[in-house]
């Protein structure tokens, strides 16, 4: 007999270890969230189902499984910088998304070791279809460059933001680039960086050029050998005048609007406002990414800072595409925001991604206090991988510090790991913030 797979459609569901003669389950036994895979035990007992899930067998109402997995979105701590995987309906008819990721191996071992073990130990591939890098600094791309490089793996789409980076001490830096991000012209009295790429081709121009970073070298090597294979087939820039390819799952729209970079254009190329230096420039013309699924949405933006919020805030005017129920927070919980667009975002709940034992002390007080402050909820939620993750006592075990939200495209649950299970449920879960 074939196994078969149902999903949770609850938010939440508890399985139990027996049924009781009052036909009331007994003794529960596991905690699963919105979108957990079960699998049929091919067993019922009146209104209820056999299943094994996360390695424990149990009793669920059949009321809390069915066929049509929610929207999933894992927050994955990856340490000092930004990865977050969405998932949404299934293999048939679904899609999934990964945003940065990350400076390390954490998110391809999340994804072969846990949330793709079965791929990988069946040698099936797995489509990713859109990975949305939103800017090239190490803490969001180079844990992509091994996902990119590995042959399970079948990629869509990686959309970017266009900039590249350079290295000024290298013997072949271009003489007309006066910046580590390219050349920096003046246009009616304002400085515009128009050093640029949109496709493979571009890119692999600017190596020939001369001066590329040699991490972005490495991921450019990873992306020609994966479109020669076959494994990807588009790498596409985008900017505020992009749209992407949306798709109904579920019967719900999911979509996809992009509200940054904000570009212009000079000469008939390209062009990025130079905000101050070259860290503000390139983090300030991250992809700033708003999805929407149902009647809920979710922001992602990269490393904004304060002149590229302002940026953002003088080109919508009086429009506010930025409101959203679920917000990552900009640049790790960082200082460099304006409370103007925050109260823009006004969001539910705000997820920030940190790491330990770097100097720039993230999440910074005032971050973590104004996510709280500019919402919509009269008990606003604020989540850190950071202050999520934690170390067994006598044991240098780490359990990451990973956010989970799920959605209908009505109802959203949030949770984490708790840091010490006790009894059958492991989630520290919140969902009356949205009602």
Not at 188 to 193: A, F, P, S, T
Request: charged residues 20%.
């Amino acid at each position: 007999m074939a196994t078969t797979y149902k999903t949770v459609t609850s938010l939440y569901a508890q399985t139990y270890k027996s049924i009781g003669a009052n036909g009331k389950g007994k003794s529960s036994n596991n905690t699963l969230l919105m979108g957990s895979f079960v699998k049929l035990a091919n067993e019922t007992q009146g209104n209820w189902e056999k299943v094994t899930a996360f390695g424990k067998e149990g009793w669920i109402a059949k009321s809390d499984i069915g066929d049509s997995p929610a929207l999933k979105c894992f927050y994955v701590d990856v340490g000092q910088g930004d990865s977050a995987l969405i998932e949404v309906g299934n293999d048939a008819n679904g899609m999934k998304i990964i945003i940065d990721g990350g400076p390390n191996d954490n998110l391809s071992h999340y994804l072969s070791k846990w949330q793709y073990k079965y791929y990988f130990d069946n040698n099936k591939k797995v489509k990713i279809d859109y990975i949305f890098i939103s800017h090239f600094d190490k803490d969001h791309y180079n844990g992509l460059i091994s996902i990119i490089n590995d042959e399970h793996y079948e990629i869509g789409t990686i959309f970017h933001s266009g900039i590249a980076k350079f290295n000024d001490r290298k013997s072949n830096y271009p003489a007309d680039y006066n910046t580590e991000l390219g050349k920096k012209v003046q246009h009616q009295g304002e400085d515009y960086l128009t050093t640029g790429f949109d496709s493979i081709a571009d890119l692999n121009a600017l190596k020939a050029n001369g001066g590329m970073l040699d991490m972005l070298e490495t991921f450019l090597t990873a992306v020609n050998n994966a479109h020669t294979q076959g494994r990807l087939q588009n790498f596409i820039r985008l900017d505020h005048n992009s749209t992407v390819a949306g798709k109904v799952i579920n019967g719900k729209n999911l979509s996809f609007e992009i509200l940054g970079p904000v570009t212009d254009v000079i000469n008939g190329k390209t062009a990025y406002k130079y905000f101050d230096d070259e860290a503000h420039t390139i983090n300030g013309h991250s992809i700033v990414l708003k999805i929407t699924y149902g009647n809920r949405s979710f922001l992602f933006g990269g490393d904004l800072n304060i002149p590229s919020e302002d940026h953002l805030l003088a080109h919508y005017g009086g429009a506010n595409p930025f409101e959203v129920d679920v917000a990552k927070s900009c640049h790790h919980g960082a200082s460099e925001f304006t409370t103007a667009f925050m109260a823009k975002v006004n969001p539910y709940a705000t997820v920030i991604s940190s790491g330990d034992n770097e100097s720039y002390s993230h999440p910074r007080a005032d971050a973590i206090g104004c996510a709280g402050k500019y919402t919509k909820s009269n008990r606003p939620l604020v989540f850190s991988t950071e202050l999520a993750r934690s170390h067994s006592e006598g044991s240098d075990k780490i359990k990451y510090g990973m956010i989970n939200m799920r959605c209908n495209g009505d109802d959203i649950i949030m949770a984490q790991m708790k840091e010490v299970t006790t009894g059958s449920n492991v989630w520290d879960l919140y969902e009356e913030a949205f009602f």
